[in-house]
């Protein structure tokens, strides 16, 4: 089986390698580095803090992010729209009363929205924009497996509890997989066939059983296999794939810290 197919049924396998930044760094660098930005995004109330966070986060993706559709679609559609949505829906909700001395933008009978109403609604939807695009850089370069083991190896997480969270979330893509296999099953004897809502109730009914019994065949392979190696005997394991902190890593977080501080501390109080 090739590595795109490997991938294509289990998302949390090994990806190919790539020479893009993100993906050479240690996957707890990815996730230190945005962390202050974040934090002070919480307190920011005004428009160009969480713009130009959001700016650098794009920056940072661009340069060091493997582009796929997906990541296109997410990044170019997904989240301005998501803001846009966010920023009109809050500022109906913004009090009148507060933003009584700023210009009328529509009026509807009694109601009308305020310029100061639409710039608190949009500053929340740029802000909740910005966190979310300071998350994707650690989120779309990084895989399950380098996150836990990078975890055990430095934070000295109990590797029993690292291990076992992984093996936990590996079932979901397997339950997928199952899933469809099942569909194509019952699509080739006809099973169930016909629609409306009683033949859709048919048809997971006709799922249910199948798929907890794969599940529990799975389950028992996964916990007869970690039997096997001795899981949860010793203290300590030995690790087959490390995943290195390096000074790229520390370089990395430190300019991404200096790059934050450096849109935050002029724009400080953080408001409109």
């Known amino acids: 089986m090739s590595a795109t197919a490997s991938i294509a049924l289990d998302p949390y396998a090994a990806a190919p390698p790539s020479r893009r930044l993100l993906f050479r760094l240690n996957p707890l660098a990815k996730l230190a ?12 109330r005004d428009l160009v803090t969480p713009l130009a966070l959001l700016a650098l986060a794009y920056g940072v993706l661009i340069v060091g992010a493997r582009w796929t559709l997906r990541t296109v679609l997410l990044l170019a559609v997904a989240v301005p729209i998501g803001i846009l949505m966010v920023g009109a829906g809050m500022s109906l909700w913004v009090d009148a009363a507060r933003v009584a001395d700023t210009p009328v933008l529509l009026q509807l009978g009694a109601w009308s929205l305020h310029a100061g109403a639409l710039q608190i609604g949009m500053a929340t939807g740029l802000r ?29 997480v109990p590797y029993r509890v690292g291990y076992t969270a992984l093996a936990a979330f590996r079932f979901v893509p397997r339950f997928g997989y ?14 169930h066939g016909g629609r409306g809502p009683f033949s859709a109730i048919a048809r997971w009914g006709g799922y249910v059983v199948p798929l907890l019994a ?19 005997a010793h203290r300590d394991r030995t690790e087959r ?17 200096l790059a934050s501080a450096a849109i935050l501390i002029p724009l400080f109080p953080w408001t409109p």
């Open 33 to 44: 580095a945005p962390v202050p930005a974040m934090v002070a995004l919480i307190f920011t």
């Open 128 to 156: 909740l924009g910005a966190i979310a695009a300071l998350a994707f850089i650690a989120g779309l370069t990084t895989t399950g497996p380098d996150l836990v083991r990078a975890t055990v190896q430095q934070l000295r």
């Open 178 to 191: 199952e899933l469809d296999l099942i569909r194509q099953a019952h699509r080739v004897r006809g099973a």
């Open 214 to 232: 794969g599940a529990i065949r799975h389950a028992e392979r996964v916990a007869l296999a970690m039997d096997a190696r001795a899981f949860g």
């Open 241 to 257: 794939h490390l995943v290195p902190f390096r000074r790229r890593d520390v370089a990395f977080v430190a300019l991404f810290w």
